[in-house]
């Protein structure tokens, strides 16, 4: 079973914002049928990332989503977010001729204008999602000797003498470090 971005997009009610999105882009209006031809190319595929939400595969047209995003309910607002996110990139590429960062102002103005809340790296709800992530997949916990608050990891950190759980601070927030699998 392999779906298109654009059979996503509909699946997911978001292929009327993100058709209107485009429309409102001044430099992408006249290319309106080849950005949709692309997003039918794109495969979205799922994937178990320990370590992000979504990855845009421009050359090989694949939009990566994690996992989670298929298996819990209650996340379609911040799976809805990833995705534009990630289709962004597809449209920055297609666009943007001119070399510009990935999230700099052409692209923050593409997700913008498809939905998007258009931030550089995960946060708010976003956040709680990485944290379950990394919570199921973790190998490391380090445990802050203050507080109690665990810190999970999917690789050991280094250097653990100069590590401690910030809010706790440099003398009584040291981290105890124990293996899970
Ligand atoms: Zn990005
Ligand atoms: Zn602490």
Not at 138 to 159: D, E, M
Request: aromatic share 10%; hydrophobic share 35%; net charge positive.
């Amino acid at each position: 079973m392999k779906f298109t971005v654009l059979n996503c997009l509909e699946e997911w009610n978001l292929v009327d914002q993100v058709i209107e999105g485009i429309q409102s882009l001044p430099f992408a209006q006249s290319k309106m049928n080849e950005a949709l031809d692309l997003l039918d190319e794109f495969k979205v595929f799922c994937t178990d990332a320990k370590t992000r939400l979504g990855r845009c595969c421009y050359g090989a047209r694949v939009i990566e989503l994690n996992e989670i995003y298929f298996t819990k309910h209650g996340l379609e607002k911040d799976r809805n977010d990833t995705f534009l996110h990630e289709i962004a990139h597809a449209l920055h590429r297609f666009f943007v001729s001119v070399h510009d960062e990935s999230h700099g102002l052409y692209w923050r103005m593409i997700a913008k204008a498809i939905g998007c809340r258009a931030t550089r790296t995960a946060s708010g709800d976003d956040s709680k999602v990485m944290r379950e992530i990394r919570v199921a997949n973790a190998k490391h916990v380090y445990t802050c000797k203050k507080c109690g608050y665990k810190i999970y990891k999917y690789r050991k950190l280094k250097n653990l003498r100069h590590r401690y759980h910030g809010p706790c601070g440099e003398r009584s927030g040291r981290l105890i470090h124990n293996q899970l699998r």
